[in-house]
């Protein structure tokens, strides 16, 4: 369900049943004069609209306006709108603060854009991440107290941590793309991968008429098809599928 569609009831049936409440985070970039600037974020949209078909999910409102970066372009022209990390997390941290509030406790964020290199991080899910843990944090002491962790009812906190109910696994960040479980799909930007994920998921983001070759970056992007881009798509859902409990 499309969050900004539920009403109170549909809300408190999500909370108790704890579905997975998802934002889908990503910039607006230039991706090569064939390819639009929401790409990165179109595509997560694009994959969640699918899983939300075959089970209990809540969307939220996608966030586009992420740390792009003008590592690709400058943006005059050519459409990448960079936003600060530092003005993210602020923001970030409310939103969470917010979720946690309404009683959700199994958030997840899942983001393309920047992300193959994961675990350490870039400024987007970085600033997300951060955004998350302060918040959990900021929850707990209001609604615990300080010295919440190191109470006597936490005494059993290591045995309970890998279970859902540690409070940290309450807000978790996802890439839409894990390369080891794409089976050899092209990773790149506006290439091949990008552009096919985008004429399986949204043709009309792609205007293959437009596409040049005086980029590096772009070149690939000759050989995209709507039947990669569908491969692509189901090796997404799958990983998704286990991420997103
Ligand atoms: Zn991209």
Same mark, same amino acid.
Request: hydrophobic share 45%.
């Given at each position: 369900?499309?969050?900004?569609?539920?009403?109170?009831?549909?809300?408190?049936?999500?909370?108790?049943?704890?579905?997975?409440?998802?934002?889908?985070?990503?910039?607006?970039?230039?991706?090569? !004069?064939?390819?639009?600037?929401?790409? /990165? %974020?179109?595509?997560?949209?694009?994959?969640?609209?699918?899983? !939300?078909?075959?089970? /209990?999910?809540?969307?939220?409102?996608?966030?586009?306006?992420? $740390?792009? =970066?003008?590592?690709?372009?400058?943006?005059?022209? %050519?459409? =990448?709108? &960079?936003? @600060?990390?530092?003005?993210? $997390?602020?923001?970030?941290?409310?939103?969470?603060?917010?979720?946690?509030?309404?009683?959700?406790?199994?958030?997840?964020?899942?983001?393309?854009?920047?992300?193959?290199?994961?675990? $350490?991080?870039?400024?987007?899910?970085? $600033?997300?991440?951060?955004? +998350?843990?302060?918040?959990?944090?900021?929850?707990?002491?209001?609604?615990?107290?300080?010295?919440?962790?190191?109470?006597?009812?936490?005494?059993?906190?290591?045995?309970?941590? =890998?279970? *859902?109910? @540690?409070?940290?696994?309450?807000?978790?960040? &996802?890439?839409?793309?894990?390369?080891?479980?794409? @089976?050899?799909?092209?990773?790149? &930007?506006?290439? !091949?991968?990008?552009? *096919?994920?985008?004429? /399986?998921?949204?043709? /009309?983001?792609?205007?293959? *008429?437009?596409?040049? @070759?005086?980029?590096?970056? %772009?070149?690939?992007?000759?050989? +995209? =098809?709507?039947?990669?881009?569908?491969?692509?798509?189901? *090796?997404?859902?799958?990983?998704?599928?286990?991420?997103?409990?």
């Amino acid at each position: 369900m499309r969050y900004e569609m539920m009403l109170p009831r549909q809300i408190r049936t999500a909370i108790e049943n704890r579905w997975p409440v998802v934002l889908p985070l990503g910039v607006l970039e230039h991706h090569g !004069e064939h390819m639009a600037v929401g790409m /990165d %974020t179109l595509a997560v949209i694009g994959v969640l609209e699918i899983l !939300e078909r075959e089970r /209990d999910l809540v969307i939220l409102p996608p966030f586009y306006y992420g $740390a792009a =970066s003008y590592a690709v372009e400058p943006p005059e022209g %050519t459409g =990448s709108l &960079h936003v @600060d990390a530092d003005a993210l $997390a602020p923001l970030a941290k409310s939103m969470f603060g917010g979720l946690l509030r309404i009683g959700f406790r199994n958030i997840h964020v899942v983001i393309h854009h920047q992300t193959e290199n994961f675990s $350490a991080g870039m400024p987007t899910d970085l $600033a997300f991440k951060f955004a +998350a843990r302060q918040a959990i944090f900021a929850f707990l002491e209001r609604e615990r107290g300080e010295g919440w962790w190191g109470s006597e009812k936490m005494a059993d906190y290591y045995a309970r941590q =890998s279970a *859902s109910e @540690d409070p940290f696994n309450w807000i978790k960040a &996802h890439p839409l793309m894990i390369p080891a479980k794409m @089976d050899g799909y092209p990773f790149d &930007h506006a290439g !091949e991968g990008e552009t *096919s994920l985008m004429m /399986d998921l949204f043709p /009309d983001a792609v205007d293959m *008429s437009k596409l040049t @070759d005086d980029k590096w970056y %772009t070149r690939s992007a000759k050989s +995209a =098809s709507r039947e990669l881009g569908a491969r692509g798509r189901e *090796s997404i859902l799958a990983h998704l599928r286990e991420a997103l409990r």
